[in-house]
């Protein structure tokens, strides 16, 4: 059984930093595509960065610059580096595996929900003004 599990929400204060992790159980998380979604009240879930084995990551516009991601293979964890956080920023966080290989072109692919098999619950990430 596969298992992904976000930690590291919180509020925080416009222009201030948080760090998520998603730890996985059941599969290796470096072997695949892992991606962070995120979901506002009253609004469609978007993708907002995703990171493929080999460390490529493809971000959402409105991250770039403020957002990144990286791996431990030891701990068999993706994390989710925010920095410069604004209150537009606030939403819960998902982390999201895709077992199999995106869709090519990965630009026009990695944000999409239906490429990922794998979910965690959530964390909820709230930047006050």
């Known amino acids: 059984q596969v298992l992904l599990v976000e930690s590291g929400g919180g509020l925080v204060q416009s222009g201030g930093s948080l760090r998520l992790s998603c730890t996985a159980s059941?599969?290796?998380?470096?072997?695949?595509?892992i991606a962070w979604f995120r979901q506002a009240p009253g609004k469609e879930r978007e993708g907002v960065l995703a990171?493929?084995?080999?460390?490529?990551?493809y971000y959402n516009d409105s991250v770039k610059g403020r957002f990144t991601a990286s791996r431990d293979n030891a701990k068999n964890a993706v994390y989710l580096q925010m920095n410069g956080l604004k209150p537009e920023d606030t939403a819960v966080y998902s982390c999201?595996?895709?077992?199999?290989?995106?869709?090519?072109?990965?630009?026009?692919?990695?944000?999409?929900?239906?490429?990922?098999?794998?979910w965690g619950q959530g964390a909820q990430v709230t930047v006050s003004t």
């Open positions: 990171i493929t084995s080999d460390l490529t990551t």
């Open positions: 059941g599969l290796t998380l470096d072997d695949y595509t």
């Open positions: 999201a595996v895709a077992v199999l290989e995106l869709t090519l072109p990965y630009d026009d692919s990695w944000y999409l929900p239906n490429e990922y098999d794998y």
